[in-house]
Every structure is written in C-alpha cells, then in structure tokens.
C-alpha cells in the first residue's frame, strides 16, 4: 500500500486536505488496525486525521475496519437485547457511575457488556470500581460469554476484543494526541444489529457526526452526552437522550436547563472506595437513585425490549428501580 499517497491527500491541512471515501478508509485503517503501517508513516497518518478532522464517509470507513476485526459475543438466547457500555474516560472530578448503571440493568434481567480499559492514568475506571464489589475482567472470550450468560454481566479489556483498535489507542501515550481510535472505540459493539449501545460524546460536533453514523448504518443506541466522557447520565443534571433505531432518532428525553433546585445524594468522594460503597447503598435501597440515571435507566428498558414503551419502562424504574 501507497501510505505517501494517502497523506499527500490527508497532511495538506485543515483547508487543502481532502476527505478519503469510505472504501479507501476502510482499507488504509484496516491496515493500522493489522499493524502494517511502519511507525513513521503511522505516526503521520495519525496526526494528518487530527489535524484535518474526520468526516463521515470516512470514520464509516474506519468503522468497517475495526468491526472486521472485531470479536464478536452472543446475545443471551430468550432475554432482552444487550446493553453495551463502553467505559474509557473513567472519571476525575465525579463518581464514576457506568457500574452502577450496568448492575441495575443486571438487575432487570438485561445482558450488559461493558468494555474499557483496565488502567486509568488517574482517574477512576469502571474495571476499578468492579474490582471493588468483587466483579472481575474476563481475561478471554469464553469467560465474557460465560459470565453474560450465567450472571448476566461481563467486563471485558478491550485487547480481548479488539486487539488491534487497542494497539491504535495506546498511541496516546507515545504521540501525545488522542485520535480516531478514541472516537471509535465508543462505537464498539460485539453484537452487531442485537445489542443497544450506549453512544457517548463530550463535544456538540462529535454527537452530531455520530448521529449520521448510528443513523446510517443501523445501530440501535442511546445517544447522549456522556460524564466525563463515560456512559452514564449526569446525576445532576439530564442531558438529552436520543433513541437511534430503525433509521431514525427519537428523542426520548429533553436535556434539563433549568436551575437545580437540590442536589441528588451523591458519594463524597469520587475514588474507588467512596464509589463502590454509595454504588452497594443505592442498589440495596438505602439511598436514593439520580433522577436522570433513573432516566436513563428506563430508556434502556425501553430499548433493550424489556419494556414495550417508554411510559411503561419509567413506570418499571419508578416503582422497582429505587428511583426517586
């Protein structure tokens, strides 16, 4: 393969570059993912994307590669659709909620997935916080598809899935810069057309771009805002909650503008201790759940299957799921 040619095309900057189609994305990052581009010509493909922006025919493109590539899981035969929660960001300033979220869902007879990494360069991650209520990673394929059927929940590194997209992502540390695997990987899901995927962003242009991609190649998902950049509803504010199916997005709640006239009942902290302890509090009841993870919650159920529509799934949460 040609890699001068792709960044003569791709380096010119943000004004003279030019967009690649989506089949010559899909086969130049099916070459990243495989580990066949020498490390100069990376490093400078990697830096052209960030520079230039990625558009959408070319992160389709991308996003053919690494599904490709990826391993795929079972859906539970006889249950709901899985949930997928991918979980890279882990969180500094707030409690990292995504495993709250995923033991609810559990709860509720829902298969979840959650995929992420295992270290958190200082900031708590979901595998830390399962760590802590005695939930531990799958280390292979056998054990994530044994654990989601058995106990309904699995948490899997992303190595196991997609090695590839994770060797793009450790980039990070060598370059510097984040790039086009950190978009990616939020869109990871090992059940392709029978999962829900839990799609989040942190910037109003990346939600936008990853709406045309859900929309356009079918994935059923939540679309929202993510904490800190993790999948979860902020527990103080509710951003807005898109439904992706079918071709289509449906809002399915509003995000919350008006000022806050109390603040839900959240841990003290936000290390793994104080994270895990409020987590074992509100699933036994003791404490109240958010409002909007409450939410989020019954968007869930709702998409998932378990309810047959949103008025019945928030009646679902409101009356079992602790939410008050």
Known sequence: MNYARYLKELGRGA???RDLATEEARQLYGAMLDGG???????AIVVALRVKGERLDEMLGFMAAVRERTHRLRAPHGRPRPVVLPSYNGARKGANLTPLLALLLKRFGVPVLVHGLLEGYGRVTSGQV???????PGTTLGQAQDALEEGGLAF????????????????RARLGLRNSAHSLVKMLDPFPGNGVLMATATHPAFIDLMRDMLTV??????LFRGTEGEPFANPKRRPRLEYIHDGQCDTLFEAEHDSLQSLPHLPEGADVHATAEWTRQVLEGHLPLPLPIGNQLACSLYACGHAEDLNQAKAIVAVEGGCR
């Open 217 to 222: 190649d079918g994935t059923r998902s939540l």
């Open 156 to 171: 899997v590194p992303l190595p196991i899935l997609a090695p590839g997209l994770a060797d793009l992502l450790a980039l």
């Open 15 to 17: 004004e003279g570059s």
């Open 37 to 43: 581009v020498p490390d100069l010509e990376l490093g």
């Open 130 to 136: 399962f760590r802590e209520l005695g939930i531990l």
